[in-house]
């Protein structure tokens, strides 16, 4: 999620936003040591289905953690929590460009 750092009386503060669809836009790295190349997945992937690509991972097999293969995803309606409601993705609005102030 985007982060935001905010200042609150004397210290800084990280906080997380959760407005815009920008916000839930973050790339998944995985570093592994047995790793044989680079593959980019260019498919959005949800969250939420993030435990059955960890179980995936670390060779976990169970009967709940089947049917979602998290690093070959097929196109799918994402769904984020804003900290109140599960929403589509797309409902959310972009993020307004931040524009240089003009040097007069």
């Known amino acids: 999620m985007g982060l935001l750092i905010m200042r609150i009386l004397t210290a800084y503060h990280c906080i997380q936003n959760n407005l ?60 984020v929590f804003d900290w109140n409601n599960v929403v589509n993705v797309k409902e959310l609005a972009d993020d307004p460009a931040k524009l240089p102030e003009t040097v007069q």
């Open 20 to 79: 815009y669809k920008q916000d839930y836009e973050i790339p998944f790295i995985m570093f592994s040591s047995d790793s044989q190349k680079v593959e980019k997945i260019k498919t959005p992937q949800s969250a939420f289905n993030f435990v059955y690509g960890f179980a995936d991972w670390m060779g976990i097999k169970e009967k709940h953690l089947q049917g979602v293969d998290f690093f070959h995803p097929e196109k799918q309606e994402i769904k």
